[in-house]
T-cell receptor, first 115, second 119 residues
Framework: DVKVTQSSRYLVKRTGEKVFLECVQD?????MFWYRQDPGLGLRLIYF???????EKGDIPEGYSVSREKKERFSLILESASTNQTSMYLC??????????????FGPGTRLTVL | AQTVTQSQPEMSVQEAETVTLSCTYD???????LFWYKQPPSRQMILVIR??????QNATENRFSVNFQKAAKSFSLKISDSQLGDAAMYFC????????????????FGSGTQLTVLP
């Protein structure tokens, strides 16, 4: 079974703090993704990576950065957390391939509250 | 840019009955994939079913089936013999079939439908 894990289920931070959200997958997937999930908005892509040290902006990258130093690990960084970044953050991974349907496998999510 | 619309924020169904969740999408592409994902309360999102746009036959997975209408850009999910464990948020998602690096691999999600199953 594909396993995608996230470092925390719940996190409470203060405005202005630097926040790290970690995601690890154990299936040697090339692609990794960070989404945020808000009621009524579904999932919106923040950043994704299709290889080590490679990253692409998603739909809402402002206020976030990412790091992928190893294939299995993809980190989301909030340089200076703000209250409007209070949300559920979901990590996902998928296998790269020309014929692949790129099924994405999700982690359990991190519910971040910024006070 | 592609958009995915789920017009039913909430739905309910009686246990053992059938329910259909609606999804429409907008795209100018001819090659793409469509997905339904399920997110149970406090649990991980999992894939329910997937449909390749080039396939005319509707996908089926046990009690889950889709009605894919390519011309109408409609992709509804039918759940038969509903069970209490089907209660979840359901998301419809789109992915381009074009092979290219970068953004072609991302999924575009709808806003979700919260399904309640009544005993």
């Amino acid at each position: 079974d594909v396993k995608v894990t996230q470092s925390s289920r719940y996190l409470v931070k203060r405005t202005g703090e630097k926040v790290f959200l970690e995601c690890v997958q154990d299936m040697d997937h090339e692609n990794m993704f960070w989404y945020r999930q808000d009621p009524g908005l579904g999932l919106r892509l923040i950043y994704f990576s299709y290889d080590v040290k490679m990253k692409e902006k998603g739909d809402i990258p402002e206020g976030y950065s990412v790091s992928r130093e190893k294939k299995e690990r993809f980190s989301l960084i909030l340089e200076s957390a703000s209250t409007n970044q209070t949300s559920m953050y979901l990590c996902a991974s998928s296998l790269y391939g020309r014929e692949s349907t790129d099924t994405q496998y999700f982690g359990p999510g991190t519910r971040l509250t910024v006070l | 840019a592609q958009t995915v619309t789920q017009s039913q924020p909430e739905m309910s169904v009686q246990e053992a009955e059938t329910v259909t969740l609606s999804c429409t999408y907008d795209t100018s592409e001819s090659d793409y994939y469509l997905f339904w994902y399920k997110q149970p309360p406090s649990r991980q999102m999992i894939l329910v079913i997937r449909q390749e746009a080039y396939k005319q036959q509707n996908a089926t997975e046990n009690r889950f089936s889709v009605n894919f209408q390519k011309a109408a850009k409609s992709f509804s999910l039918k759940i038969s013999d509903s069970q209490l464990g089907d209660a979840a948020m359901y998301f419809c998602a789109y992915r381009s079939g074009l092979f290219s690096s970068g953004s072609a691999r991302q999924l575009t999600f709808g806003s979700g439908t919260q399904l309640t199953v009544l005993p």
